[in-house]
């Protein structure tokens, strides 16, 4: 099946700081990726759906200018948490949208585990 | 927008028993349910999923089936071992809009 990298796969940071995760699917070009984020024990909740070259759509409740999102290839999406603060330790999975015949599928990465201190 | 509600939240099953889960939906329009295992700390992983033109599939131990008119869809796993232990989430779609809506989840412990 196809393959979406993320990277970093943990990343520990100070309150105040931004982080940058990436989103990469290596084997397809996704026309669309997804942003969901995972606290513990929950299920995962869909933050933004982003398409190359265009402006993400954010889910409601969920702020833009904290969570900003790039898909500046149909390779490569960008999540930057800025200014982070210890309620967005989380973990953060991206999924890729790729065509499997007649459907489109989600190929999910491997998550980053997002600690704020 | 789609609403997807799953039960039970926790199951426990002697090994090999089976297990069902249960999941509802709100969205008429959704027309594809797939199934995702996931393990702690990793990805969600698709294990069997049906579309909305087909009643049953089936997967080795692995089996789903789908009411359109009730707009529910179940999984079952059969002779269930210790490596089936996990949370396993249902979701649907709209492939009009690709947003895929979770359940909450279902963390399935097989007992030895």
């Known amino acids: 099946g196809a393959v979406v990298s993320q990277h970093p796969s943990w990343v520990i940071c100070k309150s105040g700081t931004s982080v940058k995760i990436e989103c990469r699917s290596l084997d397809f070009q996704a026309t669309t990726m997804f942003w969901y984020r995972q606290f513990p024990k929950q299920s995962l909740m869909l933050m933004a759906t982003?398409?190359?070259?265009?402006?993400?759509?954010?889910e409601q409740g969920v702020e833009k200018d904290k969570f900003l999102i790039n898909h500046a290839s149909l390779t490569l999406s960008t999540l930057t948490v800025t200014s982070a603060h210890p309620e967005d330790s989380s973990f953060y999975i991206c999924?890729?949208?790729?065509?499997?015949?007649?459907?489109?599928?989600?190929?999910f990465g491997p998550g980053t585990r997002l600690t704020v201190t | 927008g789609e609403n997807v509600e799953q039960h039970p939240s926790t199951l426990s099953v002697q090994e090999g028993d089976s297990a069902v889960i249960k999941c509802t939906y709100s969205?008429?329009?959704?027309?594809?349910f797939p199934w995702y295992k996931q393990e702690l700390g990793k990805r969600p992983q698709l294990i069997i999923d049906?579309?909305?033109?087909?009643g049953e599939k089936k997967d080795q131990r692995i089996a789903v089936t789908l009411n359109k008119t009730a707009k529910h869809f179940s999984l079952h796993i059969t002779e269930t071992q210790p490596e089936d232990s996990a949370v396993y989430f249902c979701?649907?779609?709209?492939?009009?809009?690709?947003?895929?809506?979770f359940g909450t989840g279902t963390r399935l412990t097989i007992i030895p």
């Open positions: 969205d008429s329009a959704s027309n594809y």
């Open positions: 049906i579309r909305s033109n087909v």
């Open positions: 999924s890729a949208s790729g065509l499997a015949g007649a459907f489109y599928e989600q190929y």
């Open positions: 982003s398409n190359e070259g265009s402006k993400a759509t954010y």
């Open positions: 979701a649907a779609i709209n492939f009009g809009n690709e947003k895929l809506t």
